[in-house]
């Protein structure tokens, strides 16, 4: 990693969420543990990276 990752909380299902996102090479990393799930998203852009982390946490949610 590049940088020191930053630390943010996410609202998924009613839950409160401890996340990480941090820069990697060329592309954002998030990862956070989610009903006893990792997840682990890529994207292009902090905000993508977040957006991806989102996503993947709302369908394990619905499962």
Not at 12 to 17: A, H, L, T, W, Y
Request: aromatic share 12%.
């Amino acid at each position: 990693m590049n940088s020191a990752p930053k630390q943010f909380n996410e609202q998924v299902d009613s839950e409160q969420v401890q996340v990480w996102i941090a820069i990697e090479r060329r592309s954002y990393r998030a990862w956070g543990f989610f009903r006893g799930k990792e997840i682990i998203t890529r994207g292009r852009s902090e905000s993508n990276a977040i957006g991806l982390w989102r996503e993947a946490a709302n369908y394990t949610a619905n499962e």
